[in-house]
Protein backbone atom coordinates (compact mmCIF):
# COMPACT_ATOMS: atom_id res chain seq x y z
CA UNK A 1 0.00 0.00 0.00
CA UNK A 2 1.46 3.67 -1.17
CA UNK A 3 1.59 5.69 1.77
CA UNK A 4 3.60 9.06 2.11
CA UNK A 5 4.03 11.12 5.63
CA UNK A 6 5.35 14.66 6.14
CA UNK A 7 7.48 15.15 9.32
CA UNK A 8 9.10 18.40 10.79
CA UNK A 9 8.79 21.02 12.69
CA UNK A 10 5.56 22.67 13.51
CA UNK A 11 6.56 26.63 14.85
CA UNK A 12 9.20 28.03 13.04
CA UNK A 13 10.35 31.45 13.33
CA UNK A 14 10.69 34.09 11.14
CA UNK A 15 13.39 34.38 8.89
CA UNK A 16 14.42 30.87 9.39
CA UNK A 17 15.00 27.87 7.15
CA UNK A 18 12.59 25.00 7.27
CA UNK A 19 13.21 21.59 6.77
CA UNK A 20 10.54 18.84 5.59
CA UNK A 21 10.74 15.09 5.34
CA UNK A 22 8.91 13.22 3.27
CA UNK A 23 8.62 9.34 4.32
CA UNK A 24 7.12 7.16 1.35
CA UNK A 25 6.61 3.72 1.17
CA UNK A 26 5.89 0.95 -1.18
CA UNK A 27 7.21 2.34 -4.37
CA UNK A 28 10.80 3.29 -5.42
CA UNK A 29 11.87 6.92 -6.55
CA UNK A 30 14.60 5.78 -9.06
CA UNK A 31 11.22 3.91 -11.59
CA UNK A 32 11.06 5.61 -14.63
CA UNK A 33 8.41 8.56 -14.65
CA UNK A 34 7.55 8.86 -11.24
CA UNK A 35 8.28 12.02 -8.78
CA UNK A 36 7.58 13.19 -5.30
CA UNK A 37 7.35 17.07 -4.07
CA UNK A 38 5.69 19.14 -2.15
CA UNK A 39 1.91 21.37 -2.26
CA UNK A 40 0.84 23.70 0.26
CA UNK A 41 -2.12 25.12 1.77
CA UNK A 42 -2.33 28.34 3.90
CA UNK A 43 -5.66 28.36 6.09
CA UNK A 44 -8.81 28.17 4.26
CA UNK A 45 -6.65 28.85 0.78
CA UNK A 46 -6.08 27.07 -2.14
CA UNK A 47 -3.56 24.78 -2.80
CA UNK A 48 -0.48 26.03 -4.16
CA UNK A 49 2.73 23.70 -5.97
CA UNK A 50 6.01 24.01 -4.67
CA UNK A 51 8.14 22.14 -5.90
CA UNK A 52 8.74 17.94 -7.15
CA UNK A 53 11.95 16.02 -7.98
CA UNK A 54 11.83 13.07 -10.56
CA UNK A 55 13.56 9.84 -11.15
CA UNK A 56 16.24 11.10 -12.60
CA UNK A 57 16.92 14.14 -9.98
CA UNK A 58 15.26 16.62 -12.44
CA UNK A 59 13.37 19.31 -10.38
CA UNK A 60 10.62 21.72 -10.93
CA UNK A 61 9.91 24.99 -8.56
CA UNK A 62 7.64 27.31 -8.03
CA UNK A 63 9.18 30.25 -10.02
CA UNK A 64 8.18 33.06 -7.50
CA UNK A 65 9.58 30.46 -4.90
CA UNK A 66 12.84 28.65 -6.55
CA UNK A 67 15.14 31.19 -4.96
CA UNK A 68 13.89 30.42 -1.49
CA UNK A 69 13.78 26.57 -2.00
CA UNK A 70 15.86 23.43 -2.02
CA UNK A 71 14.60 20.02 -3.11
CA UNK A 72 16.76 16.52 -2.48
CA UNK A 73 16.22 12.77 -2.61
CA UNK A 74 17.29 9.96 -0.47
CA UNK A 75 16.59 6.95 -2.87
CA UNK A 76 17.94 4.25 -0.38
CA UNK A 77 15.91 5.67 2.05
CA UNK A 78 12.62 6.40 0.18
CA UNK A 79 12.83 10.05 1.44
CA UNK A 80 12.84 13.48 0.31
CA UNK A 81 13.61 16.85 1.76
CA UNK A 82 12.10 20.07 0.89
CA UNK A 83 13.74 22.95 2.54
CA UNK A 84 12.32 26.46 2.45
CA UNK A 85 14.87 29.55 3.55
CA UNK A 86 13.75 33.25 5.43
CA UNK A 87 10.52 31.74 6.32
CA UNK A 88 7.42 34.32 7.46
CA UNK A 89 4.29 34.60 8.61
CA UNK A 90 2.65 34.45 5.20
CA UNK A 91 4.14 30.92 4.54
CA UNK A 92 1.49 29.76 7.03
CA UNK A 93 0.30 26.66 5.76
CA UNK A 94 -0.15 23.24 5.56
CA UNK A 95 2.64 21.31 3.72
CA UNK A 96 1.66 18.56 1.74
CA UNK A 97 4.25 15.45 -0.15
CA UNK A 98 2.59 13.66 -2.89
CA UNK A 99 3.50 11.34 -5.38
CA UNK A 100 3.48 12.41 -9.15
CA UNK A 101 3.11 9.10 -11.49
CA UNK A 102 3.98 10.59 -14.43
CA UNK A 103 6.61 13.24 -15.33
CA UNK A 104 4.38 14.39 -18.59
CA UNK A 105 0.76 14.22 -17.26
CA UNK A 106 1.74 15.48 -14.44
CA UNK A 107 -0.93 13.60 -11.69
CA UNK A 108 -0.54 13.54 -8.36
CA UNK A 109 -1.91 10.05 -7.49
CA UNK A 110 -1.33 9.86 -3.93
CA UNK A 111 -0.75 12.61 -0.98
CA UNK A 112 0.24 12.74 2.51
CA UNK A 113 -2.18 13.82 5.61
CA UNK A 114 -0.24 17.16 5.69
CA UNK A 115 1.69 18.77 7.89
CA UNK A 116 0.77 22.10 9.62
CA UNK A 117 3.69 24.69 10.13
CA UNK A 118 3.41 27.96 11.37
CA UNK A 119 5.94 30.65 11.03
CA UNK A 120 5.04 32.93 13.91
CA UNK A 121 7.81 34.75 16.33
CA UNK B 1 -5.94 35.16 -7.79
CA UNK B 2 -5.48 31.83 -9.62
CA UNK B 3 -4.46 31.06 -13.02
CA UNK B 4 -7.15 28.65 -13.34
CA UNK B 5 -10.58 30.00 -12.51
CA UNK B 6 -13.60 27.61 -10.87
CA UNK B 7 -16.62 28.96 -8.82
CA UNK B 8 -16.24 29.42 -5.15
CA UNK B 9 -19.45 27.31 -4.89
CA UNK B 10 -21.92 25.13 -6.63
CA UNK B 11 -24.85 23.09 -5.03
CA UNK B 12 -26.64 20.40 -6.12
CA UNK B 13 -29.68 18.63 -4.82
CA UNK B 14 -29.27 14.80 -4.34
CA UNK B 15 -30.04 13.02 -7.98
CA UNK B 16 -29.26 16.04 -10.14
CA UNK B 17 -26.11 16.49 -11.79
CA UNK B 18 -23.94 19.30 -11.11
CA UNK B 19 -20.86 20.06 -13.11
CA UNK B 20 -18.13 22.34 -11.64
CA UNK B 21 -15.90 24.66 -14.56
CA UNK B 22 -12.28 25.45 -14.72
CA UNK B 23 -11.17 28.10 -17.12
CA UNK B 24 -7.65 28.71 -18.18
CA UNK B 25 -5.44 29.70 -21.48
CA UNK B 26 -3.79 28.06 -24.51
CA UNK B 27 -0.65 28.06 -22.32
CA UNK B 28 -1.97 25.53 -19.66
CA UNK B 29 -5.44 23.84 -20.25
CA UNK B 30 -5.08 24.53 -23.87
CA UNK B 31 -1.77 23.00 -24.09
CA UNK B 32 -1.63 20.02 -21.42
CA UNK B 33 -3.86 17.58 -19.56
CA UNK B 34 -5.69 18.36 -16.55
CA UNK B 35 -6.74 16.44 -13.46
CA UNK B 36 -9.01 17.08 -10.47
CA UNK B 37 -9.17 17.01 -6.39
CA UNK B 38 -11.34 16.11 -4.25
CA UNK B 39 -10.81 17.70 -0.89
CA UNK B 40 -12.89 16.42 2.01
CA UNK B 41 -12.97 18.36 5.12
CA UNK B 42 -10.10 18.37 7.19
CA UNK B 43 -8.26 15.81 4.92
CA UNK B 44 -6.11 15.78 2.16
CA UNK B 45 -6.75 15.74 -1.87
CA UNK B 46 -7.28 12.84 -3.52
CA UNK B 47 -6.97 12.50 -6.90
CA UNK B 48 -10.75 11.84 -8.50
CA UNK B 49 -9.72 12.86 -12.46
CA UNK B 50 -6.52 12.67 -14.58
CA UNK B 51 -5.82 13.10 -17.83
CA UNK B 52 -8.54 15.39 -18.33
CA UNK B 53 -11.22 12.16 -18.64
CA UNK B 54 -9.40 8.80 -16.73
CA UNK B 55 -10.56 7.73 -13.32
CA UNK B 56 -8.01 5.99 -11.08
CA UNK B 57 -9.55 2.87 -9.13
CA UNK B 58 -11.67 3.29 -6.79
CA UNK B 59 -13.67 6.62 -7.73
CA UNK B 60 -17.24 5.88 -8.89
CA UNK B 61 -18.19 5.89 -12.09
CA UNK B 62 -20.38 8.89 -10.73
CA UNK B 63 -17.76 11.36 -11.63
CA UNK B 64 -16.24 12.34 -14.82
CA UNK B 65 -14.11 14.35 -16.68
CA UNK B 66 -13.85 16.50 -20.18
CA UNK B 67 -11.66 19.19 -21.74
CA UNK B 68 -12.66 21.65 -24.47
CA UNK B 69 -10.47 24.07 -25.74
CA UNK B 70 -9.05 26.22 -22.54
CA UNK B 71 -11.85 24.93 -20.28
CA UNK B 72 -12.53 21.93 -18.34
CA UNK B 73 -15.67 20.23 -16.64
CA UNK B 74 -15.70 18.12 -13.42
CA UNK B 75 -19.56 15.99 -13.58
CA UNK B 76 -21.00 14.75 -10.54
CA UNK B 77 -23.80 12.58 -11.46
CA UNK B 78 -26.55 12.08 -8.40
CA UNK B 79 -23.98 14.03 -5.51
CA UNK B 80 -24.30 12.44 -2.47
CA UNK B 81 -24.03 14.02 1.03
CA UNK B 82 -20.80 12.71 1.53
CA UNK B 83 -19.60 14.47 -1.62
CA UNK B 84 -19.38 17.46 -0.08
CA UNK B 85 -15.97 19.01 -0.34
CA UNK B 86 -13.71 21.03 -1.90
CA UNK B 87 -12.87 20.22 -5.66
CA UNK B 88 -9.46 21.76 -7.54
CA UNK B 89 -8.20 21.15 -10.76
CA UNK B 90 -4.94 21.54 -11.94
CA UNK B 91 -2.73 21.55 -14.54
CA UNK B 92 0.75 23.07 -16.28
CA UNK B 93 1.48 25.90 -17.35
CA UNK B 94 4.00 26.39 -20.06
CA UNK B 95 4.05 30.10 -19.70
CA UNK B 96 4.91 30.09 -16.26
CA UNK B 97 7.00 26.36 -16.19
CA UNK B 98 4.80 25.71 -12.85
CA UNK B 99 1.78 23.30 -12.17
CA UNK B 100 -0.75 25.64 -11.46
CA UNK B 101 -4.01 25.03 -9.46
CA UNK B 102 -7.45 26.61 -9.30
CA UNK B 103 -8.96 28.01 -6.70
CA UNK B 104 -11.30 25.55 -5.35
CA UNK B 105 -15.15 24.98 -5.65
CA UNK B 106 -17.04 24.07 -2.43
CA UNK B 107 -20.18 21.78 -3.33
CA UNK B 108 -22.75 21.41 -1.41
CA UNK B 109 -25.67 18.62 -0.98
CA UNK B 110 -29.05 20.20 -0.82
Known amino acids: QITLKESGPTLVRPTQTLALTCTFSDFSLSTSGLGVGWVRQPPGKALEWLAFIYWNDYKRFHPSLKSRLTITKDTSKNQVVLTMTNMDPLDTATYYC?????????????WGQGTLVTVSS | QSVLTQPPSVSAAPGQRVTISCSGSNSNIGSHYVSWYQQLPGTAPRLLIYDNEKRPSGVPDRFSGSKSGTSATLGITGPQTGDEADYYCGTWDFSLSAWVFGGGTKLTVL
Open chain 1, 98 to 110: ARDFDFWSGTLDY
